[in-house]
């Protein structure tokens, strides 16, 4: 099973970037968790973050029958991005939005998403254990959905 690990703008500065929101762990540092617990759970994971709208929509475009599903922060452009979502749907594969901060306890612009009524589900305010647990989920789905 391989998951696309997706990281929209800002998330290359975390650890440095309000750690009160983001906590202070790098993304470097939440990939390595990542791929620790996927290689306990026998799966692949590949991972992309950019700044830019463009490049994310390409590499989802790319990636898209070479995986199984998504994980997707896509931080700012979650609130505003067509295009992500168009190109997340259009690529026929699962995800679940995660974030690292609780949307829903912030400004009022981050309670919209354009890509949650499309995602299998979504994970706010664990910090860097929101990609864990949206990791476990879309395993879990993927999994029951080969058993059939
Ligand atoms: C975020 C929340 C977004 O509102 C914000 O723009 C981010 C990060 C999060 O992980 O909490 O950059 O997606």
Do not use: C
């Not at 994971?45 to 830019?52: G, R």
Request: aromatic share 8%.
């Amino acid at each position: 099973m391989k998951i696309g690990v997706l990281n929209g703008p800002n998330l290359n500065l975390l650890g440095k970037r309000e750690p009160e929101h983001y906590g202070g762990q790098t993304l470097a540092e939440i990939e390595a968790l990542l791929e620790e617990r996927a290689r306990a759970d026998g799966s692949e994971l590949v991972f992309f973050q950019s700044n830019d709208e463009g490049d994310l929509v390409d590499w989802v475009q790319q990636e898209a029958d070479r995986v199984d599903g998504w994980i997707v922060n896509a931080a700012a452009l979650t609130h505003t991005s067509v295009a992500l979502r168009d190109a997340l749907a259009g690529s026929g594969r699962p995800f679940v939005e995660v974030h690292l901060s609780n949307v829903y306890a912030r400004e009022p612009f981050r309670h919209t998403s354009l890509l949650a009524d499309r995602a299998l589900g979504v994970i706010a305010g664990f910090r860097a254990s929101s990609y864990v647990f949206g990791l476990e989920a879309l395993t879990a789905h993927l999994r029951a959905r080969e058993a059939g």
